[in-house]
């Protein structure tokens, strides 16, 4: 339970100030703070979301029986590993809806002003960032006004 209240901790620190949370994990990992944001930031290619999705356990069964086909794996039954019982406790006793967030696949995304294009950052297939160096991440609404965006704050 420790862990899965911790990761759901460290989620939450990470969507608050994820800045200062990819900054900070730099210091402790050596990772760049911008590869870390790429990845836990808004609209990042990862997610710290303790749910255990039925897809992803069925992508672990599906590249298991690679695995098996080619006699690389001994045999073994997925589904009986799988256990949500205490991740829905720890939602359960942070008030969270865990079936809600199972079904979910939403992360949380760029939001702001474009300082560029002076519109409403709301559209996250569009949005673009900047990370100007020793300063601030400026989100962006369009493609072209994160290229603009580039012009400008890359001199």
């Keep these: 339970m420790a862990y899965i209240n911790a990761l759901m901790e460290a989620n939450d620190w990470m969507r608050k100030n994820p800045k200062l949370a990819a900054e900070k994990i730099e210091e402790w990992t ?43 794996i001994k045999e073994l039954n997925i589904g009986a590993w799988v256990n949500d019982s205490y991740v829905r406790q720890a939602f359960k006793e942070h008030g969270l809806d865990y079936d809600k967030q199972l079904a979910s696949f939403d992360t ?48």
């Design 30 to 72: 050596k990772i760049n703070k911008e590869v870390i944001y790429i990845f836990l930031g808004p609209g990042g290619v990862h997610t710290l979301d303790a749910t255990i999705k039925p897809q992803w356990v069925e992508s672990v069964g599906n590249n298991y029986a690679i695995l098996q086909k080619l006699n690389m």
């Design 108 to 155: 949380y995304n760029v939001t702001g002003t474009d300082p560029i294009c002076n519109a409403p950052v709301n559209d996250p297939k569009k949005t673009g960032e900047i990370w100007i160096q020793g300063g601030d991440i400026v989100p962006f609404s369009s493609p072209v006004c994160t290229l603009l965006g580039v012009k400008k704050f890359g001199s």
